[in-house]
Every structure is written in structure tokens, then in C-alpha cells.
């Protein structure tokens, strides 16, 4: 099998090292070439041929995303992570990556030692290039083993709470979404996506301007109000409690759950116990299987689970997860999902059909 080419693009001699080493120390990886910024980087494209390519997001000659608008031109397909810096700078910088065309980022360790910057590379950096290289087993995931999902039914119980899970390539696909919900949507909308803390406040914050619903970063105790998307933070798993008029919003300092914190399985689960077969929950792109547990959750309690497809999504790790399991009711293109979501609250609002107490 022909190895995955990499093109590292950093500033830094010593993260330019640590990568293409540990690059080159990988068997089914291939080190394409380096580049100190963004200009060299173009240059060396056609010659390179990558298949993924590393860019650092603030660099001398051509910034990383100066570097990304023109790559995009040239090579609309070429699958990019970004390396930013975990300050407010970096995180704006990377929304604006995101935006313009990553498919992915990873923030660098602050004050990072050697070792720590080595570790850092093995654990974050290459199993990213590997999923967007379509290499990783969470593109192709394994049948998930566990009691049989209940009979699929379409146009179930009534809508009363929306729940997302979403990794590699979210920020696009949130921005496909949540901008198309109607302003009078009457259910809240709970999204974990996997930032780490800062980022997924200036997430929230980014999709408020672009949204007819309200946006905000979920608080600790906060009441859950229809009409409005709660984005989990970053380092906290996001969960519902209570029932009725007295849910509420849980911040939880628990154990990462699938290497992830915030975990789609925990906001799922919390959703499915709180309210029953009134979720629908919405599993869209990313590495890893986070979000397939609590499908099941969901689909147990009697609520209702789609995905995107795997022809839009960046990386079909989750959804794909999901799908393999059993437990998917739809799977959707991105440009589909926003609808699907509206025409199934509508749905259950005209049939009247209330949820299990």
C-alpha cells in the first residue's frame, strides 16, 4: 500500500524536526518534504504531491492562511491541518482557517519541552494525518458489538431537544447547519464539538453572528431554553438534567470519555435519560467513534438518530461509527441536515404525539 505523503509547513526549525521525524519513523507515512512558510510551501506543491499537508497558522513571507486561500485555488481537495498556537490569537486565526478551507486544526502545547513536543506529535498530530490521509480505522470503522438497536421508525415521537456530536471538519459543517435553523425553532439544540477551552467560546461566539437562533457557550446550571444552541466548552463534558420546565445545564469535570472531553456519549446519554424519545440526535464528521454509545442511549429511549454521509464529511469516523452499528434512521448530505432537523421538529409538533414520561 503506497504510504501517505506529508508536507510539514512551519516556521519553527524545531517543530519543521519533530514532525518530519516522526513522520519518517512511521511506516505507512512519507515525509513529502518541509517548508519554512507559506510562499516555499506553494512553490514546492507541484513537485511534493502531497497527500496531506501540515500548516503552521502564523508565519513570516505568507501566513498560513494567506497560504491557504491561494492553495485552495490550486488544489481545492488537498486535505490540510493547521498547527496553531493555544493563545485568543491563535484560536481566532484558526476559526478563520477552518473557514477558509482546513480540515482540521491541533493547538501546540504551551512551553512545550522536547519530549512533551514529541508526544504531542505522536498522539495529536499523526492520527489526524492518518484520518485525513483515509488511512485511519475510524474511516473504516468496525461493526459496533452490542444488544441489538431498536426497530428504525421514521416520524416517531415528538421533537423536544436536538443534540450534535461533531469533531474534524466541524466548524464548516456547524456553519452549514446551524445558520439555516429557523429563528422560531422551539426546542434547544445541544452541539459538543471537540475544541479545546477558549476556542469553543470564540466558536459560539462566531456562529452568533451568522445564526437566526441564539448561540451561547453552555454554563454550569444555566436553564436549557428552546430556541437556542448551546455549544459544550472546551475541558468540560456537557450534560442535561432535570425534567420538564427544570432542565438544566451540567458542566462536568469527569474523565475523558474516547480520548474526548467534552463526549458526544456523555451530552447523549444525559439527553436520552432527561427527555426519553424526544431526542434526535445528529451525528455529523470526525475521527473516532465518539457519539456511537450514546446513539444507542438514544435509539433505546426511544428518540432518533441521523448522520451525515460520508461523501461530505471530512473524515467518517463517527458517523460512520454510527452507521456501522446499526443505529442510524437517516444519513444526509451536509446541505440536508438543517432541513431534515426543521421537517422532523415540525413533523412531531402537527402529530401532537407527546414523549414517555
Keep these: 500500500m503506497r504510504k501517505i505523503r506529508i508536507l510539514v509547513v512551519d516556521d519553527s526549525a524545531t517543530i519543521r524536526r519533530i514532525v518530519a521525524e516522526a513522520i519518517v519513523a512511521s511506516p505507512d507515512l512519507e515525509l513529502a518534504g518541509t517548508a519554512a512558510n507559506g510562499q516555499l510551501a506553494l512553490d514546492r506543491i507541484q513537485d511534493a504531491r502531497p497527500d496531506v499537508l501540515t500548516l503552521d497558522v502564523e508565519m513570516p513571507v505568507l501566513d498560513g492562511i494567506s497560504t491557504l486561500k491561494e492553495l485552495r485555488r490550486r488544489a481545492p481537495r488537498l486535505p490540510v491541518l493547521m498547527l496553531s498556537s493555544h493563545t485568543e490569537k491563535g484560536a481566532l486565526a484558526t476559526l478563520d482557517a477552518l473557514a477558509a478551507g482546513a480540515s482540521d486544526f491541533v493547538a501546540k502545547p504551551r512551553a512545550a519541552s522536547l519530549d512533551e513536543a514529541r508526544a504531542f506529535v505522536d498522539l495529536d498530530v499523526l492520527p489526524r494525518l492518518r484520518a485525513l490521509g483515509g488511512r485511519a480505522t475510524e474511516a473504516a470503522p468496525a461493526p459496533f458489538r452490542s444488544a441489538p438497536a431498536p426497530a428504525l421508525r421514521r416520524g416517531g415521537a415528538r421533537v423536544e431537544a436536538v443534540v450534535v456530536g461533531v469533531s474534524t471538519g466541524g466548524p464548516q459543517a ?26 469553543t467560546e470564540l466558536l459560539a461566539k462566531r456562529l452568533a453572528t451568522l445564526c437566526a437562533v441564539g448561540v451561547e457557550e453552555a454554563s454550569d446550571k444555566a436553564p436549557v431554553r428552546p430556541g437556542t444552541v448551546y455549544i459544550a466548552r472546551g475541558g468540560r463534558h456537557l450534560a442535561v438534567e432535570g425534567l420538564d420546565a427544570r432542565r438544566t445545564l451540567r458542566l462536568d469535570d469527569g474523565p475523558p470519555e474516547n480520548a474526548c472531553k467534552p463526549a458526544a456519549d456523555v451530552l447523549f446519554r444525559s439527553a436520552a435519560a432527561s427527555y426519553g424519545a424526544g431526542v434526535l440526535a445528529v451525528v455529523l464528521t470526525g475521527m473516532g467513534r465518539d457519539g456511537c454509545a450514546g446513539s444507542e442511549a438514544v435509539r433505546s429511549a426511544g428518540g432518533s438518530v441521523v448522520i451525515q454521509d460520508q461523501e461530505t464529511s471530512v473524515v467518517w469516523g463517527m458517523p460512520g461509527a454510527v452507521a456501522a452499528a446499526g443505529l442510524a434512521e437517516a444519513t444526509l448530505p451536509i446541505g440536508g441536515v438543517a432541513a431534515e432537523i426543521a421537517a422532523r421538529v415540525e413533523r412531531g409538533r402537527l402529530l401532537g404525539i407527546r414523549c414517555a414520561p
Aim: proline share 19%; charged share 15%; net charge neutral.
Design 174 to 199: 456547524l456553519e452549514q447547519v446551524l445558520p439555516r435553523l429557523p429563528r422560531d425553532l422551539p426546542v434547544p439544540v445541544l452541539v459538543v464539538q471537540h475544541m479545546p477551552v477558549m476556542f
